[in-house]
């Protein structure tokens, strides 16, 4: 049966692994067992993905990438090049923890974006449409469209599913409205949670 998907002739791809229509592994790159790709994901040089890992559709993973175990990635992440993973809080090469029981689960949802060179500290949710800047440190969750900058990333404005930026204080006691300049999606705001508006 012929695939309806892309491997590089470089890449590994191991036994048990399901990917869906349209998606390309690129020059190598290995998906390791147990894991699950979308439809019409990307996956360029040098992409690691785990153990038992579940991608979305239409996830786009730039160059040297690991994505561990105990890392899912919703529909339409964007991971951008040499960004960072973890998997474990405290790591130690003389005392090695392998295994599920010792993973935190780290949850990226539909539609965030992770600048290249940031690294997400494992046990922490990215909100959907949230978008970290490139070299940020991420230590705790991250709201729904927010953007957060910095080490320790730290919340700077709040931004549209398009990725352009609302004009909405981080203020938590103010209720905001603001429609974005770019593409006319509306957007309220009650504390620090950000909504579209229906």
Same mark, same amino acid.
């Given at each position: 049966m012929e695939k309806k998907f892309f491997v590089h002739e470089s890449a590994y791809v191991d036994d048990h692994v399901e990917i869906d229509e349209g998606t390309k592994v690129w020059?190598?790159?290995h998906v390791q067992? %147990? +894991?699950r790709i979308g439809k019409n994901c990307s996956l360029g040089q040098n992409v690691n993905v785990g153990n038992n890992v579940t991608i979305g559709h %239409?996830?786009?993973i730039q160059n040297n990438v690991s994505v561990y175990e105990g890392v899912e990635l919703e529909d339409f992440v964007f991971c951008g090049p040499s960004m960072v993973f973890t998997n474990i809080m405290n790591p130690?090469?003389?005392f090695p923890q392998r295994g599920s029981e010792f993973y935190l689960k780290t949850l990226v949802k539909k539609s965030a974006s992770l600048g290249a060179n940031s690294t997400i500290v494992c046990g922490n949710t990215i909100g959907k449409y949230a978008f970290v800047g490139a070299g940020s440190t991420v230590t705790k969750d991250v709201p729904d469209y927010a953007l957060v900058v910095g080490n320790p990333a730290k919340l700077l404005s709040w931004v549209c599913a398009c990725g352009n930026r609302l004009a909405m204080s981080i203020d938590i006691n103010s209720n905001e409205?603001? +429609?974005c300049s770019k593409c006319g999606r509306e957007y309220s705001k009650k504390g620090i949670i950000v909504e579209q508006v229906k």
């Amino acid at each position: 049966m012929e695939k309806k998907f892309f491997v590089h002739e470089s890449a590994y791809v191991d036994d048990h692994v399901e990917i869906d229509e349209g998606t390309k592994v690129w020059h190598f790159s290995h998906v390791q067992s %147990g +894991t699950r790709i979308g439809k019409n994901c990307s996956l360029g040089q040098n992409v690691n993905v785990g153990n038992n890992v579940t991608i979305g559709h %239409g996830v786009k993973i730039q160059n040297n990438v690991s994505v561990y175990e105990g890392v899912e990635l919703e529909d339409f992440v964007f991971c951008g090049p040499s960004m960072v993973f973890t998997n474990i809080m405290n790591p130690r090469s003389e005392f090695p923890q392998r295994g599920s029981e010792f993973y935190l689960k780290t949850l990226v949802k539909k539609s965030a974006s992770l600048g290249a060179n940031s690294t997400i500290v494992c046990g922490n949710t990215i909100g959907k449409y949230a978008f970290v800047g490139a070299g940020s440190t991420v230590t705790k969750d991250v709201p729904d469209y927010a953007l957060v900058v910095g080490n320790p990333a730290k919340l700077l404005s709040w931004v549209c599913a398009c990725g352009n930026r609302l004009a909405m204080s981080i203020d938590i006691n103010s209720n905001e409205s603001d +429609t974005c300049s770019k593409c006319g999606r509306e957007y309220s705001k009650k504390g620090i949670i950000v909504e579209q508006v229906k």
